[in-house]
């Protein structure tokens, strides 16, 4: 079996990526042009997979941490488990495995939103400052104490692919930095404060759902669309004039833009000279 062996400091270490998500490829470059990895583990498919094509570098795609996989995985003889967008919860006996630490990629200044959605939370609540955390994993989820943390101040019209671009990356190098703490002994762990914890859910379809007959206000819908960009999207149900009465799904999008069922998205302005009963004409944000 080949393995990817980076010496620093004149340590041998061997570095496990799991990933699964575009915003996690940008991470996993990061750390790879510093530290190579010596094997993703991801699911079929994915920007990771492809990637760890593409870098000539051994995968492992599963949808479940099985007994064999986690065997597998072993026989790389992990120095660190480097997580990030993974999706699935790393078993104990997993995270026993490597023989320096096991750390995580946080989208959020934790303590606070811990959980799948802390960046869609940050932009849903209106927080004007985000950041990432880099933790050490344990069993419980995102409870892991902080090893390193960097702010990102939002910018007007930040959607939650854009946040995720910006987080990603100054993940992967935040992380460059904590593994060069780890191999020069110089690694501070910090508890998190469990009273000062907030929390975030997985989210469904539903999530991005209003009734247009009791719509949010023009500033929480703006919220809306930028959170749930690019999934699940905000979106509602409208009976056009000449519908028959069938319902059509109308989902919004960043900058202005809509889309009814089965039509192309257009620019807001030109939704409303084409819908002149749509309910929301008068409180509409129009994000330019």
Do not use: C
Request: net charge positive; hydrophobic share 40%; aromatic share 8%.
């Amino acid at each position: 079996m080949s393995k990817t062996k980076t010496t620093t400091s004149n340590l041998k270490i061997n570095i496990i990526f799991f990933g699964n998500t575009k915003h996690s490829e940008i991470g996993a470059k990061i750390v790879n042009t510093i530290f190579p990895i010596s094997l993703f583990v991801t699911i079929s498919d994915s920007p990771i997979a492809l990637l760890a094509k593409k870098l000539g570098k051994p995968s492992i795609e599963t949808k479940i941490l099985e007994k064999t996989t986690i065997e597998e995985i072993a026989k790389y003889e992990p120095d660190f488990l480097v997580v990030e967008d993974y999706g699935l919860i790393l078993p104990n006996i997993l995270l026993k495995l490597p023989r320096i630490a096991s750390l995580n990629i946080h989208h959020s200044l934790l303590p606070k939103y811990r959980g799948p959605s802390p960046a869609p939370a940050a932009i849903l609540n209106g927080d004007l400052v985000s950041g990432v955390s880099i933790i050490q994993i344990i069993t419980t989820v995102d409870a892991g104490s902080i090893l390193a943390q960097k702010k990102y101040p939002l910018i007007p019209g930040e959607t939650t692919d854009s946040l995720l671009t910006k987080l990603n990356d100054m993940g992967g190098k935040l992380m460059v930095s904590v593994i060069k703490q780890y191999l020069k002994h110089s690694i501070k762990p910090i508890p998190q404060d469990l009273k000062k914890a907030t929390y975030t859910k997985h989210l469904t379809r539903e999530d991005g759902y209003f009734n247009i007959s009791n719509p949010p206000s023009p500033e929480i819908l703006d919220r809306m669309i930028r959170a749930y960009y690019p999934w699940p999207g905000a979106w509602t149900r409208f009976r056009p004039l000449g519908s028959n009465g069938q319902a059509k799904i109308v989902k919004f999008y960043p900058g202005g833009m809509i889309q009814m069922e089965g039509k192309k998205v257009i620019p807001m302005q030109d939704f409303l000279n084409g819908y002149p009963d749509f309910p929301l004409k008068k409180s509409i944000t129009l994000d330019k």
